[in-house]
């Protein structure tokens, strides 16, 4: 049975239901959802470190991103090199003009403060500087969005600079938070279905009537990618009013991130324990990553 890391600061009705949800699921022979993105040991060879929490991937330069419990880490070629200091990335997002937003925990050598509250990065993630909630929030959902950011740190919060945060009025805990920085339409994750907010995350919505997404990201400001707890992959063309299934990734999936080729077809990356695995033809089939 998986064992998940579960932020601190989710307590309450809400949190304690939801991680009794997620912990009987993880009992089943699928990869099971969480209500926070999982944590899992993996060897060294595998990925370069033992707890994964994000995954993106630029499109200019095609270089993959991984947010992990040791820092920042570029894993486009192997051996993975590490970018910056080392601190426990829980949430991590790219916005607008590549800035990189992240929270967390300091790590070994780090005098940032414990949590980091909202912390940026103008430079690839070399060097990161205080926003707000220092000390305070622990994000372990983060996205952001034309608007600006959303982040869940067992409370939702969006806030317009990363500075000054309003509370949502939203009764979830989600498992992941997936936006463009040119959309106001977000996506929540939960057990239940997907939460939906097409304002910035000032309001929401669940559809009940779509699949159990556990991971969600954009890959256009229409074209969205999720993976069901089974590694079930579906396809979004409408920012995920609605959902066609696709292939399935074998193994447990522990971050994903998504692009839109310039031959059109939706790409897909998947960080699993065995290595990042990629799609190039919209969630059908994937290969390993560094395969020719």
């Known amino acids: 049975m998986q064992s998940f890391t579960t932020p601190a600061k989710r307590t309450g009705a809400l949190a304690a239901g939801a991680a009794l949800v997620f912990a009987l699921a993880a009992c089943a022979p699928a990869s099971p959802p969480a209500s926070t993105p999982p944590s ?18 630029n499109g200019d330069t095609s270089q993959v991103l991984l947010a992990t419990h040791d820092g920042l880490f570029d894993v486009t070629k ?6 910056g200091g080392t601190n ?17 925990h300091p790590g070994p050598g780090s005098d ?9 990065s103008t430079d690839g993630g070399q060097t990161w500087e205080k926003l707000s909630r220092q000390g305070e929030s622990d994000f372990h959902a983060l996205t952001t969005t034309k608007t600006g950011i959303v982040a869940f740190d067992g409370q939702l919060r ?4 990363g ?24 996506l929540g994750t939960t057990t239940e279905g997907i939460q939906r907010s097409t ?20 890959a256009t400001p229409d074209d969205a990618a999720g993976v069901a707890p089974d590694g079930t992959t579906y ?21 994903i991130a998504a692009l839109k080729g310039a031959d059109g077809n939706l790409r897909i990356w998947a960080a699993t324990p065995e290595g990042i695995v990629v799609s190039t033809d919209g969630g059908t089939s994937y290969r390993a990553a560094n395969a020719a």
């Open 235 to 255: 396809y979004s063309a409408d920012a995920g009013k609605s959902w066609t299934k696709k292939g399935r990734i074998n193994g447990e999936v522990l971050a």
């Open 40 to 57: 899992i040991e993996l060897t060294e060879k595998a990925l370069p470190s033992s707890h994964v929490h994000g995954l993106t991937v």
């Open 199 to 218: 304002d910035g995350g000032a309001t929401w919505a669940l559809d009940k009537t779509g699949p159990v997404i556990q991971y969600a990201a954009f």
């Open 158 to 161: 969006s806030s317009p600079d």
């Open 163 to 186: 500075k000054t945060w309003n509370t949502v009025a939203a009764m979830f805990a989600p498992a992941v938070l997936a936006g463009h920085p040119d959309s106001d339409a977000v």
């Open 78 to 83: 192997q051996p993975a090199s590490k970018i």
């Open 88 to 104: 426990d990335l829980m949430g991590f997002t790219v916005g607008k003009d590549g800035i990189f937003y992240a929270s967390g």
């Open 112 to 120: 940032l403060p414990n949590p980091l509250g909202l912390i940026k």
